[in-house]
């Protein structure tokens, strides 16, 4: 069960795991990437594919359409051959050109930049009614667009946080999404997620981590217990 005890002493852990990332990785100062609709769109193109292959498919979409007005009544095929490099480009091009035009048909133009200061509950209801969208995609235009406190969590972040033991792994991403939003400061949303996700992708790796490189051994429960025997803290 998850006491005050519990959340108290998962506090401290986020805030030292926080502070050995920084030092693996550096810090991560937030600075927007994309305005909300282009990230939108781009954290819908990453879905089932790499970073290099959404980045791809994003760029070629834009250098199409370079106004997303165009996209709206263009032919699917149009819409699908330039992001076919990410895979479900079927789905995803039904999936972008009925959002962009229900997002003209509500707010008469083709934008998202209300959802950064309208109530944050409100933007997540919005986001996450579009097809296609679901926490980890509404969570990542939040803070990565607007800064706003959202945690998105990817197979990345799940994995490097149910080997560390601040989630179940039966759990789900939703439930972790859940838990680490309420066990991680707000002011730290944007540095955990980026370092978390470099960690994932560069020593705590699905097959094979990095263990004996990875300055987290003491506090991950993975490390402790399943490699290793010995009682490790979880939760
Ligand atoms: S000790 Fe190993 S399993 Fe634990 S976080 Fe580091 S790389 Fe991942």
Redesign the pocket.
């Not at 490189?213 to 051994?217: A, F, P, S």
């Not at 506090?219 to 490390?223: E, N």
């Given at each position: 069960m998850r006491g005050r005890t519990a959340v108290s002493n998962a506090g401290s852990k986020i805030l030292e795991i926080d502070r050995r990332l920084v030092e693996m990785y550096g810090p991560k100062p937030w600075s927007p990437r994309y305005n909300p609709l282009d990230e939108f769109v781009y954290t819908i193109l990453s879905q089932n594919t790499t970073d290099v292959n959404s980045l791809r498919a994003f760029e070629r979409l834009r250098q199409k359409f370079p106004r997303w007005d165009d996209l709206i009544d263009a032919p699917l095929p149009e819409i699908e051959e330039p992001i076919s490099v990410g895979g479900l480009s079927e789905v995803k091009a039904v999936w972008i050109r009925d959002a962009l035009k229900r997002i003209k048909e509500e707010h008469g133009k083709l934008s998202l930049d209300f959802i950064c200061t309208m109530d944050l509950q409100e933007a997540w209801d919005y986001l996450i009614s579009f097809k296609g969208v679901g926490a980890k995609t509404a969570a990542i235009v939040l803070l990565f667009s607007c800064g706003r406190p959202a945690f998105p969590v990817d197979t990345h972040v799940y994995r490097?946080s149910w080997?560390?033991g601040l989630v179940e792994q039966k759990g789900g991403p939703e439930r972790a999404h859940r838990l680490l939003q309420e066990m991680i400061p707000t002011e730290l949303y944007y540095q955990m997620h980026i370092n978390t996700v470099l960690?994932g992708r560069q020593?705590?790796?699905a097959r094979n981590?990095?263990?004996s490189?990875?300055?987290?051994?003491d506090?991950?429960?993975?490390?402790l217990e399943v490699?290793h025997g010995e009682a490790g803290s979880r939760y």
């Open positions: 490097v080997r560390l960690h020593t705590c790796r981590p990095l263990c490189k990875c300055l987290l051994r506090l991950c429960w993975y490390y490699l």
